[in-house]
């Protein structure tokens, strides 16, 4: 976690001192930079610690400078300078510094670095001194799937939004206009006139920019009245109807420095002298991170309150009734590391970040997904799903304090690509998913269906009707994951239906669904019926295409049809008329089987009576038929074997008409 953010950072008590083990040389330079360090003054120590550093022989004082790299390792890795923190760590190894943990913080750094498979060689060497450790764990985790996360990449569009000569984080719109952005910067503009001990810059001011008519943001400004002081001002966050402000404050009368949440009234433009938020009597302890639930009922926020998972958790309290409500999210958000900065953005969608959860690196972004508690089970906890929000959201670097906009955009912060450590302040976009489907309604000669309508129902709730183009094309919007019944109806037609499901991959895509209406009153070709030679037993394959006739005749409950069989030229009319007509028959007893009513369906045996016309759909297949062609014994004698094969296998058909759609049961 990057230290110099004083205001968001627990320090002074949650810093564990990190003592140097050394005896009669420990002089009252070094004693100053160790006091400073257990202060929390990074800067200031890291400063100490590389005068002494250069200060001693390479091979007389090998073991002192060993422990003064670690040391300023240590200041550097907390002021989020990883690749000197490396630089440092690497020298108190050369050094043979003893320390069992410096392994594990130079490959922490090395993580920070974007080195992830030097880190993980370095996780690995401390966890065979300590293979329970779980730092190390969650570290190694996190270098193992950073590639991975690399590679996959996310919908998110991320650029720079805004970056002083000095650290700019946190920002939050006012209210839900979005015409105001507070932010916390520590730029020489900043009112305070003491520099922080931990960064070495100003101490941190509260600032603002405002959108003009054109959506246009002005130059930052800082917040006027007696919001801004010398202490340390950090995180802010609004109510919201926006005229409460809660904000983070470092308040240091001696040490240890303390981190408290305060809260300022708006009056017209101006914000009121801040009053301490009390939280608990608990003075020991540090609060950070405010962050205001939707419906103004519950204030976030990060502390190292005693009775957490370890580390700073993240918290509620009842802003209006604290007592008995203060309450620690649990396990499955809060781990031994440390969550920080919540951000409240639906009563499902919790953002935070977090060093425990294996990340990219520092802190990463994640979204925390309320599941919907068990119905059986009156006394069931909440359950959330945790998920690493991904590139390019996160980064070998810190990113943290997430806030939203308009739909999937808004901005964060971020060390990223800043050597010094210091935060910068990002945009991103999420752009919609493009998902269609698309497709076209045609009757069974592959000709548009004229005036057709087609309806779409999701399980998500929605409802969409369109008709198709004259050319019978039709395109529908659509959402990932959703299951959705299409139905395609036009006058004169049997109505169609089709069942789609989206994918739930997060990428633009196109699906194709095409409908073939029946005409009513004209002979509908069955494909796929199939007999042995001279039978009339239906054969396996040909149920397939029957049980899609089951089911639109029960779509179709009124509908009575002729079923008809159709035979080549080869044989007698007397023969072949005998022949399909039993085939027509195993068809009707076939439907009677599977439900419907035998008073709906009317067998025909037509034999070679009726040759079959080409159409459109039949000259695709059969290009050497022109389309209009009648198929009859004579025309067939003057074409060649394949061809003859070909008519003849046009001709061997089974055709269904609706005779009447008023049937009564």
């Given at each position: 976690?990057?230290?110099?953010?004083?205001?968001y950072?627990?320090?002074?008590?949650?810093?564990?001192?990190?003592?140097l083990s050394?005896?009669?040389?420990k002089?009252?330079k070094?004693?100053?930079?160790?006091e400073?360090y257990d202060?929390?003054?990074y800067?200031?120590?890291?400063?100490?610690?590389?005068?002494?550093?250069?200060?001693?022989n390479?091979?007389?004082?090998?073991?002192?400078r060993?422990?003064?790299?670690?040391?300023l390792?240590?200041?550097?890795l907390?002021l989020?300078?990883g690749n000197r923190a490396?630089?440092a760590f690497?020298?108190?190894i050369r050094?043979?510094y003893e320390d069992?943990?410096?392994?594990?913080?130079l490959?922490?750094s090395?993580?920070?670095?974007?080195?992830?498979a030097?880190?993980i060689k370095s996780?690995?060497?401390y966890l065979?001194m300590?293979?329970d450790?779980?730092?190390a764990l969650?570290?190694?985790?996190?270098?193992e799937?950073?590639p991975?996360w690399?590679?996959?990449?996310?919908?998110?569009?991320?650029?720079?939004?805004?970056s002083s000569?000095?650290a700019?984080y946190?920002?939050?719109?006012l209210?839900k206009?979005?015409e105001?952005?507070?932010f916390t910067?520590?730029?020489e503009?900043?009112t305070g006139?003491?520099?922080s001990?931990?960064?070495?810059?100003?101490?941190g001011?509260i600032?603002f920019?405002?959108?003009?008519?054109?959506g246009?943001w002005s130059r930052?400004e800082?917040?006027d009245?007696?919001l801004n002081?010398?202490?340390?001002?950090?995180?802010?966050?609004?109510?919201?109807?926006?005229m409460?402000m809660?904000l983070a404050?470092a308040?240091?009368?001696?040490?240890?420095t303390?981190?408290?949440?305060y809260?300022?009234?708006?009056?017209?433009a101006k914000?009121?002298?801040p009053?301490k938020?009390?939280i608990?009597?608990?003075?020991?302890?540090n609060?950070?991170?405010p962050?205001?639930?939707?419906?103004?009922?519950?204030?976030?926020?990060?502390?190292?309150i005693?009775g957490?998972?370890g580390g700073?958790?993240?918290w509620?309290?009842?802003?209006k009734?604290?007592?008995g409500?203060?309450e620690?999210?649990?396990p499955q958000?809060n781990?031994?590391?440390n969550?920080?900065?919540?951000?409240?953005?639906?009563d499902?969608?919790?953002?935070f970040?977090s060093d425990?959860?294996?990340g990219?690196g520092?802190l990463?972004l994640?979204?925390a997904?309320l599941?919907p508690?068990?119905?059986?089970d009156?006394?069931s906890?909440d359950?959330y799903?945790?998920e690493n929000?991904?590139v390019p959201m996160?980064?070998?670097a810190?990113?943290f304090?997430i806030?939203f906009?308009?739909?999937?955009?808004g901005l964060?912060?971020?060390n990223r690509g800043?050597?010094r450590g210091?935060?910068?302040?990002?945009?991103f976009?999420?752009?919609d998913l493009q998902?269609?489907?698309?497709?076209?309604?045609v009757?069974k000669d592959?000709?548009?269906?004229?005036?057709?309508?087609i309806?779409?129902?999701?399980d998500?709730?929605?409802n969409?009707?369109t008709?198709?183009?004259p050319?019978?094309?039709?395109?529908?919007?659509?959402?990932r994951g959703?299951?959705y019944?299409?139905?395609?109806s036009?006058?004169?037609y049997?109505n169609a239906?089709?069942e789609f499901?989206?994918?739930?991959v997060e990428e633009?895509a196109?699906?194709?669904?095409d409908?073939i209406l029946?005409a009513?009153f004209?002979a509908?070709?069955?494909?796929?019926?199939f007999?042995d030679f001279?039978?009339?037993?239906?054969?396996?394959?040909s149920?397939?295409?029957l049980?899609?006739m089951?089911?639109?005749?029960?779509?179709?409950p009124?509908?009575?049809?002729?079923?008809?069989s159709h035979?080549d030229?080869?044989g007698s009319?007397?023969?072949?008329?005998?022949?399909?007509?039993r085939?027509?028959?195993s068809v009707?007893?076939?439907?009677?089987e599977n439900?419907?009513p035998?008073?709906?369906?009317?067998?025909?045996?037509?034999?070679?009576?009726?040759p079959?016309?080409?159409?459109k759909?039949?000259?695709?297949q059969?290009?050497?038929f022109?389309?209009g062609?009648?198929?009859?014994?004579?025309?067939?004698?003057?074409?060649?074997?394949?061809?003859k094969?070909a008519?003849?296998?046009?001709n061997r058909?089974t055709?269904?008409t609706?005779?009447?759609?008023?049937?009564q049961y």
């Amino acid at each position: 976690m990057f230290m110099r953010r004083i205001l968001y950072i627990m320090v002074g008590v949650m810093l564990a001192s990190v003592a140097l083990s050394l005896t009669s040389c420990k002089g009252p330079k070094l004693k100053d930079a160790d006091e400073a360090y257990d202060r929390g003054e990074y800067y200031d120590a890291a400063t100490i610690y590389r005068k002494l550093y250069n200060r001693y022989n390479r091979k007389q004082d090998a073991w002192l400078r060993g422990e003064l790299a670690f040391q300023l390792g240590m200041c550097h890795l907390k002021l989020n300078q990883g690749n000197r923190a490396t630089a440092a760590f690497q020298n108190a190894i050369r050094y043979n510094y003893e320390d069992s943990t410096t392994l594990l913080r130079l490959a922490q750094s090395q993580q920070r670095e974007g080195q992830y498979a030097a880190a993980i060689k370095s996780y690995n060497e401390y966890l065979d001194m300590f293979p329970d450790d779980w730092e190390a764990l969650a570290g190694i985790r996190g270098c193992e799937l950073a590639p991975q996360w690399k590679e996959e990449g996310s919908r998110y569009i991320v650029k720079s939004f805004y970056s002083s000569r000095r650290a700019d984080y946190c920002p939050m719109y006012l209210d839900k206009n979005m015409e105001y952005l507070y932010f916390t910067s520590t730029n020489e503009k900043s009112t305070g006139e003491l520099r922080s001990e931990i960064t070495g810059t100003k101490k941190g001011d509260i600032y603002f920019f405002k959108k003009d008519e054109k959506g246009v943001w002005s130059r930052p400004e800082v917040v006027d009245g007696g919001l801004n002081t010398e202490h340390d001002e950090g995180a802010a966050a609004f109510s919201p109807d926006g005229m409460t402000m809660y904000l983070a404050r470092a308040v240091r009368q001696d040490w240890p420095t303390t981190v408290e949440i305060y809260t300022s009234s708006r009056s017209e433009a101006k914000w009121g002298a801040p009053q301490k938020f009390e939280i608990t009597a608990d003075t020991l302890s540090n609060y950070s991170d405010p962050a205001v639930s939707p419906d103004g009922k519950w204030l976030y926020f990060a502390s190292d309150i005693p009775g957490g998972q370890g580390g700073t958790d993240i918290w509620r309290i009842n802003i209006k009734d604290k007592h008995g409500t203060l309450e620690n999210l649990g396990p499955q958000i809060n781990t031994k590391g440390n969550e920080r900065f919540p951000n409240v953005r639906t009563d499902s969608l919790l953002y935070f970040a977090s060093d425990g959860h294996p990340g990219m690196g520092g802190l990463d972004l994640f979204v925390a997904k309320l599941q919907p508690r068990d119905e059986n089970d009156k006394m069931s906890l909440d359950r959330y799903v945790v998920e690493n929000m991904g590139v390019p959201m996160n980064s070998s670097a810190d990113d943290f304090g997430i806030t939203f906009g308009q739909g999937e955009s808004g901005l964060f912060s971020s060390n990223r690509g800043d050597a010094r450590g210091y935060d910068h302040i990002f945009s991103f976009i999420k752009p919609d998913l493009q998902i269609w489907i698309s497709g076209y309604v045609v009757d069974k000669d592959d000709e548009p269906v004229p005036n057709a309508v087609i309806r779409i129902v999701g399980d998500d709730g929605s409802n969409q009707k369109t008709a198709a183009k004259p050319d019978g094309s039709f395109r529908f919007d659509l959402q990932r994951g959703v299951k959705y019944a299409m139905l395609a109806s036009a006058d004169g037609y049997l109505n169609a239906r089709q069942e789609f499901v989206s994918d739930s991959v997060e990428e633009d895509a196109e699906y194709n669904v095409d409908f073939i209406l029946a005409a009513m009153f004209k002979a509908q070709i069955i494909e796929n019926i199939f007999y042995d030679f001279d039978k009339a037993v239906l054969r396996d394959e040909s149920k397939l295409a029957l049980d899609s006739m089951v089911m639109l005749l029960k779509d179709h409950p009124n509908i009575v049809i002729e079923m008809a069989s159709h035979t080549d030229r080869i044989g007698s009319q007397k023969y072949n008329q005998g022949l399909s007509q039993r085939r027509a028959q195993s068809v009707v007893d076939y439907l009677v089987e599977n439900g419907i009513p035998r008073e709906r369906l009317k067998p025909a045996g037509y034999g070679k009576s009726r040759p079959k016309t080409v159409t459109k759909r039949i000259h695709s297949q059969y290009p050497q038929f022109e389309e209009g062609v009648t198929l009859t014994e004579e025309f067939i004698k003057g074409l060649s074997k394949e061809d003859k094969e070909a008519a003849d296998q046009i001709n061997r058909r089974t055709e269904f008409t609706v005779l009447d759609t008023d049937f009564q049961y």
